[in-house]
């Protein structure tokens, strides 16, 4: 390893972080940077990197904490129900330090939290002494999700990776590896264990590879071309297993473009799975729909396509399949086919019209379409002339090298509106995946009727929420901050608007310019005061007493608003 390789990675943060997260202290920028390090593979958004940082006191030494499901994040409960034997599960720690080493004491940390951590048997209320909240929901939802999926013998896996300024590893830290695996092995069995030490070098290395734009398919037969920028072909499940995966596993950047998640367990699904598992006399694109590719270019040499800025946008359930299956065969070659749509467009809302189509032929409901409608596309450039950057397609400004506090994702922006406009900060604080996955929920958050204005306005006091609780002033410890933003959000909204209730066309009309810095940190105080009372933990922040309590506390107020 070079010295130099320390020199640039150091110059490397400090410059991105100027760029992108000037607000951020540096240790705070490169917890952010090395989780994106860590799961580089995963693409994440700046949303899902933050959601997992766990930093702050009683952290025992994990500064990020995520899991994933069926290789998919996962934020909050699952319905077991929607899963088949043998689903992955990932749990993956984080230890980011600014030191310029990697430390003995760091590595005790990890194995005295994998003992308390890691341990069915201890209740987490036991523990609430020793970790924070935020460590603790993050774990509660491991342990829930994994007895949950417990007579589907799910394949775990716990992976640690530390980050440095380092050059190598001393041999007294790389010893307690060891140790770290028996603790780990001791709770799960079977279970795969690893850790990352992430060296300047290492960290320099995985900075530097960017996600592949390019893909090839192999085909069985040369492609029918349209004479549209479209081709129809034939590929073999073993040639597209290659093409949806990177490393043995699914690449999910190419599946962002889908409107539908993973929809899990369906009699769809395992009729499909089933017609893969085993070989039939029938070709297995006869008994499918195929799949449906977007790209911003594609070209054919012989029996091979190229594409580039591949999206799958209809087919994610089959690619699912395919890759569960043959995941389990790798050696297997199978001489069945699948039928693939390559179509090419650059043009936005010529992307939206295909995916809108290609997933109207079955039924699924509006809400998972929500991306492609029009009102998104108007958030998006309602926000961007105001200095936000609406993240509708997943990275899209990050990869532009828009600033973190700027982008604002389809979730956050949800819970933003649930929380000032709509006055429910429990359904904001408890639900940030699922939020929005049924109609009902969609059409109450994503309302045509609403002024922009709403949307603006949610988004932008929310953050200045997190903000000032980012300030010196504020004595609040962060690992309570998750669950307080969304009713300080809302009570400052309610301030603003002159009224003890809220309403989107309210909202939409507050001036921003009064949320002084004073006047946040008063709504964030009060919010932290009945918080504390109700014993302040995340059942509170995700039930209904806490701000059935606030607004009792706060409509004596109302004469002065």
């Not at 394949?155 to 060891?178: G, T």
């Not at 070989?279 to 054919?300: H, M, Q």
């Not at 000032?420 to 904001?428: H, K, S």
Request: hydrophobic share 40%; with cysteine.
């Amino acid at each position: 390893m070079s010295a130099n390789d320390l020199v640039l990675i150091r110059q490397l943060v400090s410059q991105r972080k100027s760029e992108i997260a000037p607000d951020l202290s540096e240790g705070e920028y490169f917890e952010i940077f090395a989780a994106e390090q860590a799961l580089k593979d995963r693409d994440f958004s700046y949303d899902e990197i933050q959601d997992g940082i766990v930093d702050g006191g009683g952290d025992g030494g994990i500064d990020a904490v995520y899991l994933f499901i069926n290789n998919t994040l996962c934020r909050e409960m699952i319905d077991p129900g929607e899963y088949k034997r043998n689903v992955p599960m990932e749990l993956v720690f984080v230890q980011a330090k600014t030191a310029s080493g990697f430390s003995e004491a760091g590595m005790d940390k990890f194995i005295a939290s994998a003992r308390d951590l890691l341990d069915l048997s201890r209740d987490t209320s036991s523990l609430v002494t020793v970790y924070n909240s935020d460590i603790l929901e993050k774990i509660d939802i491991f342990r829930e999700c994994y007895i949950s999926l417990i007579s589907k013998f799910p394949k775990l896996a716990i992976r640690y990776s530390y980050a440095a300024f380092a050059i190598e590893v001393h041999p007294n830290v790389q010893r307690k590896v060891n140790h770290l695996k028996e603790t780990v092995e001791t709770a799960f069995s079977p279970v795969e264990f690893s850790l990352d030490f992430l060296t300047a070098s290492r960290m320099l290395q995985l900075a530097r590879r960017t996600p592949t734009s390019i893909h090839h398919l192999k085909l069985t037969e040369s492609p029918i071309f349209t004479g549209q920028s479209a081709y129809v072909c034939l590929a073999k499940l073993n040639d597209y297993f290659e093409f949806i995966t990177e490393n043995g596993t699914l690449n999910e950047r190419i599946f962002e473009g889908n409107v539908r998640d993973y929809q899990g367990n369906t009699e769809v699904n395992q009729k499909i799975y089933d017609t893969l598992a085993t070989l039939t006399l029938e070709d297995f694109w006869w008994l499918n729909n195929g799949i449906s590719v977007l790209c911003t270019r594609a070209s054919v040499s012989g029996k091979t396509i190229t594409i580039e800025n591949a999206e799958v946008v209809n087919g994610l359930q089959t690619s699912r399949e395919i890759f569960d299956v043959l995941s389990t065969r790798p050696q297997m070659d199978d001489p069945r086919s699948v039928l693939v749509r390559v179509i090419v467009t650059e043009d936005a809302e010529s992307r939206d019209r295909v995916i809108r189509a290609t997933n109207s032929q079955t039924a699924i409901p509006s809400a998972s379409l929500r991306a492609t409608d029009k009102i998104h596309r108007d958030i998006e450039d309602f926000l961007a002339a105001r200095g936000l950057f609406y993240d509708r397609r997943k990275n899209y400004y990050k990869n532009q090298g828009k600033p973190v506090r700027k982008i604002v994702s389809i979730a956050f922006l949800a819970q933003a509106v649930l929380a000032c406009a709509l006055g429910d900060p429990a359904n904001a604080r408890a639900r940030p995946t699922s939020l929005i996955k049924r109609d009902e929920d969609y059409e109450r958050i994503f309302n045509e009727s609403y002024p922009l204005g709403v949307y603006y306005n949610s988004a932008a006091l929310t953050i200045r929420v997190e903000d000032t609780m980012r300030l010196e002033e504020c004595k609040i410890p962060s690992s309570h901050w998750n669950n307080l933003k969304f009713y300080a959000a809302m009570l400052a909204a309610m301030r603003l608007m002159g009224s003890a209730s809220t309403s989107a066309r309210k909202m939409s009309e507050v001036d921003l310019n009064r949320a002084t810095s004073e006047f946040l940190l008063d709504c964030i105080y009060n919010a932290w005061s009945v918080y504390q009372s109700l014993r302040g933990t995340d059942k509170v922040a995700k039930g209904k007493q806490l701000k059935g309590k606030i607004l009792n506390d706060e409509i004596p107020r109302k004469a002065h608003l």
